[in-house]
């Protein structure tokens, strides 16, 4: 499946960091045409630790990138977190995938400006993930 464009630059920053390896990504979905079942009010990128990198060390990179976002970017008009998400694979096996999530902090902004909001903060941290590499 095609990466979509405008969630492409953080997939490529985040796999250029040598820690992670990313598996999946939405740059987000906010028109009520696009939405599904599915919340689609946000954009995000999932990946696993790329070979022979330990969990602390994307646990560290998230941290960083949160708190540099924070700092420079505050919450407002993006909120930005990243969590570790644990799913069953079936009676035995948890799957463990992190995930950096961008979500417009004020859902009851038009979508033209949760977009416009999401599509910046994804520069955003593609430049904190570059000033990291540094």
Do not use: W
Not at 52 to 74: D, M, N
Not at 99 to 105: E, N
Not at 125 to 130: G, K, S
């Amino acid at each position: 499946m095609e990466i979509e464009a405008r969630i492409r630059p953080l997939v490529d920053a985040l796999n250029a960091t040598g820690l992670v390896q990313t598996f999946s990504s939405c740059e987000g979905h906010f028109s009520p045409e696009e939405q599904t079942l599915v919340d689609r009010n946000q954009a995000e990128v999932r990946f696993i630790p790329a070979s022979g990198i330990q969990q602390p060390q994307v646990e560290s990179l998230l941290a960083s990138v949160l708190i540099y976002f924070k700092q420079r970017h505050g919450l407002i008009p993006t909120t930005v977190t990243g969590f570790k998400l644990y799913t069953p694979l079936d009676e035995v096996e948890v799957e463990e995938t992190f995930v950096l999530q961008l979500r417009p902090f004020n859902r009851f902004d038009p979508p033209d400006h949760k977009r416009a909001d999401t599509d910046r903060a994804i520069k955003q941290i593609v430049a904190i993930l570059d000033h990291l590499k540094s």
